[in-house]
Nanobody, 115 residues
Framework: QVQLVESGGGLVQAGGSLRLSCAASLSIFSFNAMGWYRQAPGKQREVVAR???????NYADSLKGRFTLSRDNAKNTIYLQMNNLKPEDTAVYYC?????????WGQGTQVTVSS
């Protein structure tokens, strides 16, 4: 059973920064890709950023330049550095690990950006 443990969410003022962490119970190279998604109240879950096993990253177009996804292979952990946060970034952020035919999700971590 794959476990993904997230941390780093919280309350921050607009313009501030947060870094989310997601530690996997398996080597991150076990997965086809890992990434971050978010879900705001009343909205569908949307992709924030993903990284493939080979290290290729992609971001939601609207977040490029503010969010950066990175990983620490030795710690089986991915990170999401979020800068210049805006109130519209308020959401529950979920870590995802994808195999070919199965997805695993973390429990989610709340990010709240006040204006």
């Amino acid at each position: 059973q794959v476990q993904l443990v997230e941390s780093g969410g919280g309350l921050v003022q607009a313009g501030g920064s947060l870094r989310l962490s997601c530690a996997a119970s398996l080597s991150i190279f076990s997965f086809n890709a890992m990434g971050w998604y978010r879900q705001a109240p009343g909205k569908q879950r949307e992709v924030v950023a993903r990284i493939t096993a080979s290290g290729s990253t992609n971001y939601a177009d609207s977040l490029k330049g503010r969010f950066t996804l990175s990983r620490d292979n030795a710690k089986n952990t991915i990170y999401l550095q979020m800068n210049n946060l805006k109130p519209e970034d308020t959401a529950v952020y979920y870590c995802n690990a994808a195999f070919v035919s199965q997805n695993y999700w973390g429990q989610g971590t709340q990010v709240t950006v006040s204006s």
